[in-house]
């Protein structure tokens, strides 16, 4: 879409040979006076105001006020003449973007207008990006409401606007790196790098290379300089994942960088101070490598300033009907299929199974079913054999102990129709509620 571009001056050569100039770069709106462009203003959204300082009834400077409170997504030009530079500096101070000097050179203009768009732009692009990274690892979309991942959320909401270190701690697949993006994008850092490594991937010298960089001819195949990830992540966040897998002797190296916050390059003699949070994972129990000798006792504390513990999804069964429903939607819309439901006996065996792997082996469980699914309603059929040979306990409820009125109610609901063999009008009755009502929660919970 073309910027809107607004340009008031009462010299009529002057405001022609303007929009002269800009009728390339967008829609121009003209107004002969401040009046008149404060009329223009409230009626159309314009990007890019451009106003002469002085004119008669409304001038510029007050055009200006007018603009910063009825229009805050104007830019504002000033046009002056010599002779008033210095109330044109006074209404920069009040929020003008810039200002020209009479007569107008095109070219200076030209150059104006496309900085101003360029940084519109880029700006629109960066709000969107934040959006789209609100959407991704905002708290809404960790998936879960069952009492132990309400307790992770509301530790992570406290700690997220800090600048304490966090260790992570929970089974492969549960979710570590997603909590940890959500620490950093809730947090005042978000402007900034979010810098992910995975330390058990790396050999020890790759590793150091990675986190702290290398000079040019530091070793073999060193053929220009690197920055590494504390630099990288100057400002923001570092995020070492399976950090129990280093060595003690380059956890001497880490540990400085952690509390020193500075770092030297391999090959390198200057020192770099760095501004790093960091955010360490690990699958162990990493007090016992401590004990061990296996992991630094000081790095240990270090790190674990505020720790969480992400709970296993066989400990938190409640929430598989909607990591359940968020994952077939997700699927479907990749793979360009109607939407699939989940026959009640089918969820059943996957709230019964143990899941190995937690949340990463049934958002892959679920993609492989959508993939190869012939029909619109995934059944036991449909279910790897490892999980249907997880037989359903339709009769027990599943529960932790402070689980919300919410959970209850659609653990209720679940046994109800598996008692009824997913007989929906026999399970109102047994409930005491409207088929419509039923058919509402089912949808609500993603009991479908």
């Known amino acids: 879409m073309k910027p809107t571009i607004l340009i008031a001056d009462d010299e009529k050569p002057t405001r022609e040979g303007l929009k002269w100039s800009l009728e390339d770069k967008g829609n121009i709106l003209l107004a002969a006076d401040g009046n008149e462009a404060l009329k223009l203003l409230l009626a159309n959204p314009v990007d890019l105001l451009i106003t002469d300082l002085k004119m008669p009834g ?13 229009s805050p997504q104007t830019d504002v030009v000033i046009l002056t003449a010599h002779a008033t530079v210095d109330s044109a500096v006074e209404a920069m101070k009040s929020g003008a973007k810039d200002y020209l000097t009479k007569p107008i050179n095109p070219e200076e203009l030209n150059l104006l207008v496309d900085r101003i768009m360029n940084a519109r732009r880029l700006e629109r692009e960066n709000q969107a990006l934040r959006e789209e990274l609100d959407v991704r690892y905002g708290f809404d979309n960790i998936i879960g409401s069952s009492a132990a991942m309400e307790a992770v959320f509301k530790q992570v909401r406290q700690v997220a606007p800090s600048r304490a270190a966090v260790l992570i701690s929970g089974e492969s697949g549960t979710g570590k790196e997603l909590i940890a ?35 040019q001819g530091a070793f073999t195949h060193a053929l220009k300089q690197k920055p590494g990830a504390f630099e990288l992540a100057d400002g923001g966040s570092l995020f070492l994942d399976e950090i129990s897998e280093t060595s003690p002797e380059f956890q001497v190296k880490l540990l400085r960088a952690v509390q020193e916050q500075e770092v030297q390059r391999v090959g390198g003699i200057r020192t770099l101070k760095v501004n790093v949070r960091i955010i360490a994972a690990t699958n162990t129990i990493l007090e016992e490598r401590v004990r061990e000798g296996k992991f630094r006792e000081d790095l240990y504390y270090r790190l674990n300033v505020v720790r969480l513990q992400l709970p296993p999804l066989r400990e938190r069964r409640e929430d598989i009907p909607l990591l359940v429903h968020a994952f077939l939607k997700e699927f479907c819309e990749e793979n360009g299929r109607p939407q699939l439901r989940m026959s009640p006996n089918a969820m059943a065996h996957l709230q019964n199974y143990n899941w190995p792997g937690n949340v990463r082996q049934l958002r892959n469980v679920l993609e492989g079913m959508v993939v190869m699914s012939t029909g619109d309603e995934l059944t036991v059929r449909n279910l790897p054999p490892e999980i249907q040979r997880a037989e359903p306990k339709n009769n027990e409820l599943s529960l932790a102990v402070g689980s919300s009125i919410a959970t209850a109610e659609r653990e209720l609901i679940r046994v109800t129709l598996m008692q009824t063999e997913g007989n929906r009008a026999k399970a109102s009755r047994i409930l005491g509620i409207g088929r419509k009502t039923l058919y509402r929660k089912l949808e609500e919970y993603g009991l479908e």
């Open 58 to 70: 409304l001038d510029g400077n007050q055009l200006l006020q007018h603009a910063r409170k009825d």
């Open 181 to 215: 993006s959500a620490i950093h994008y809730n947090s005042p850092r978000r402007e900034h790098n979010f810098i992910k490594i995975n330390c058990g991937a790396l050999t020890e010298t790759l590793l150091e290379s990675e986190l702290f960089g290398h000079e």
